[in-house]
């Protein structure tokens, strides 16, 4: 059984950084496609970053620049360094994976959905 666990969230002030870990369990990273997802109360989910395989990221246009999502494999872990935060990237945030292969929109796309293992998530608060 596969399960992965988020720490790393915190409240912050607009401008800071934050970097969020998501510890793996029951599988090998390097096999699966990874990302974060992140939820605002009243809002839909939106994946933000996505690293296949070959450890190519994908991040999504409200973060791209700011986010930089990597993975420690020997530690099966997934990381998403946070710089520049805005009040509007608060947010529950969540690790996914899921075994099959597809593009990095697609991965961005389908993971708060469709992504076949999901973390419980860490809050992420920024305050201007």
């Known amino acids: 059984q596969v399960q992965l666990v988020e720490s790393g969230g915190a409240s912050v002030q607009a401008g800071g950084s934050l970097r969020l870990s998501c510890a793996a369990y029951?599988?090998?990273?390097?096999?699966?496609?990874m990302g974060w997802f992140r939820q605002a109360p009243g809002k839909e989910r939106e994946g933000v970053a996505a690293i296949d395989s070959d450890h190519t990221a994908t991040y999504a246009d409200s973060v791209k620049g700011r986010f930089s999502i990597s993975q420690d494999n020997a530690k099966n872990t997934l990381y998403l360094q946070m710089n520049s935060l805005k009040p509007e990237d608060t947010a529950m945030y969540y690790c996914?994976?899921?075994?099959?292969?597809?593009?990095?929109?697609?991965?961005?796309?389908?993971?708060?959905?469709?992504?076949?293992?999901r973390g419980q998530g860490t809050q992420v608060t920024v305050s201007s």
């Open positions: 029951g599988y090998t990273y390097s096999t699966y496609y």
């Open positions: 996914a994976a899921d075994p099959r292969w597809m593009t990095g929109r697609e991965a961005l796309a389908v993971m708060g959905t469709d992504f076949r293992y």
